[in-house]
């Protein structure tokens, strides 16, 4: 009981400490410095993450900033706007993305706009193009005995359901959507990246790459970390010399989530099975 209270009362003094460096830090953005984001875990649509990266792009106390980026990714819409905020703040400063162990899809999406890319060699990046997630129960129904009945304004209301068998005409609307929404991602990689027709239809299948074969097809521009996006800083922009501070973009309570989550060792995994609309996302094995 003892030893419980010990690990509450240090988690507790850990906390206090952690937030209160916090508060401290936010007096160092009123000084030059480079910017440090962190993208990480499934990625929705924010307002306050989009909020806080419009700020960043109007600091003019921050002189580049650099993105790094470890997710699989997340909605179609959430990749869509973190890449044109990324994208925004790359017209007003220098912002340098490096990807970490896993940066696909709308992970990926975001990272386009950026004005350089960094990734490791194992880094595992690519899978453009997106998915819509359904599933269908009605024979798990009729098993347990429980029957359903929808009446619907249009065939293809509320389509997909699990709760009906999917009509022919409702998979080829979804296909449709599904092919739409691609398209207008490869798109984006095609004119961000400059790739040619043949690189193209490479990533078209929505295959992924490893950072190595990444650099070779154009989908990044250079293996390195965050020392090499500092150094490119310094060549490209001669931004050199100024502290590196991390910058927070998401809110106190889902921060001092993520933090409880490394003592807990608790990962909701099956967070993306949650997602809403389209999805662009790479996890395999769940």
């Given at each position: ?19 209160f460096?916090i ?21 929705t649509q ?24 470890n ?5 179609v ?34 990272s386009l ?17 997106v ?32 709760l009906e068998?999917?009509?022919p ?6 296909e449709?959507?599904?092919?739409e ?47 090499e ?30 933090f ?26 769940v």
């Amino acid at each position: 009981m003892f030893k419980k209270l010990r690990y509450k009362k240090t988690i507790l003094v850990v906390i206090v400490i952690f937030f209160f460096a916090i508060l401290i830090s936010d007096n160092r953005y009123k000084k030059p410095h480079i910017a440090k984001i962190t993208i990480d875990n499934i990625i929705t649509q924010d307002s306050f993450r989009y909020e806080k990266l419009e700020e960043l792009s109007q600091n003019k106390n921050t002189k580049a900033v650099i993105a790094f980026i470890n997710s699989p990714g997340g909605t179609v819409v959430g990749g869509e706007t973190l890449y044109k905020s990324i994208k925004n703040i790359s017209q007003q400063k220098p912002i340098v993305s490096v990807m970490g162990e896993v940066a696909t899809s709308a992970a990926y999406m975001a990272s386009l706009g950026s004005n350089h890319i960094f990734a490791q060699e194992g880094t595992i990046t690519g899978s453009v193009g997106v998915l819509i997630l359904s599933s269908e129960i009605t024979e798990l129904a009729k098993k347990i005995g429980v029957s359903t009945e929808i009446i619907k304004s249009g065939d293809l209301k509320a389509s997909p359901s699990p709760l009906e068998k999917m009509t022919p005409k409702a998979r080829e609307q979804m296909e449709k959507i599904v092919k739409e929404i691609s398209k207008n991602f490869i798109d984006l990689v095609k004119k961000e990246r400059n790739l040619d027709n043949k690189k193209t239809q490479l990533i078209s299948d929505g295959r992924i790459f490893t950072g190595q074969s990444a650099v070779q097809i154009g989908l990044i521009d250079t293996i390195g970390n965050i020392k090499e996006a500092k150094e490119y800083l310094k060549t490209e922009y001669n931004i050199d010399k100024l502290p590196l501070l991390d910058f927070q973009i998401i809110k106190k309570e889902k921060l001092i989530e993520k933090f409880l989550s490394f003592f807990s060792g608790n990962i909701n995994a099956s967070r993306f099975l949650n997602l809403q609309g389209l999805i662009s996302i790479w996890i395999p094995n769940v």
